[in-house]
């Protein structure tokens, strides 16, 4: 997912997002232990779109009062 398609989520939703991703590369990793998986581009992907949501939430909270949306 894209920055400026996170942007436009709001907060709440984008809480939601992380659980969903947290979930899934808990599968992900469980499946690759065992060796039923070799997805690494699904699971570096997914580490990405975690990495850009936990950075928008915090410019989110870093912003000034006035320019929250």
């Known amino acids: 997912m894209k920055s400026q398609k996170i942007r436009d989520v709001d907060s709440h939703e984008l809480g939601v997002q992380l659980k969903d991703i ?5 599968r992900l990793r469980l499946q690759m232990s065992m060796g039923q998986m070799d997805g ?10 975690r990495a850009r949501i936990h950075t928008i939430l915090k410019e989110r909270e870093m912003a000034p009062a006035g320019e929250k949306k």
């Open 40 to 49: 690494l581009k699904k699971i570096r992907a997914m580490k990405k779109t």
């Open 22 to 26: 947290d979930e899934q590369l808990f």
